[in-house]
């Protein structure tokens, strides 16, 4: 598996910290997309950093 990969099953279990909302995987930026907290999520090393300080604001776009 490669860094810009992601097990669908983690997916499966993964929510997001703020909104307990779904995730979508960004594959092309490396991401994991919370639409209803507007927050994107990076994902180092192949591992989802799932801390909302670490996410990127989804409010500029």
Do not use: F, N, Q, T
């Amino acid at each position: 598996m490669s860094a810009l990969e992601i097990d669908p099953r983690l997916l499966e279990v993964l929510v997001c910290p703020v909104s307990r909302g779904v995730l979508e995987y960004d594959r092309e930026k490396a991401e994991l997309i919370s639409r209803s907290a507007k927050l994107a999520y990076p994902i180092r090393d192949g591992v989802p950093v799932m801390l909302p300080e670490e996410a990127r604001s989804l409010e500029d776009e």
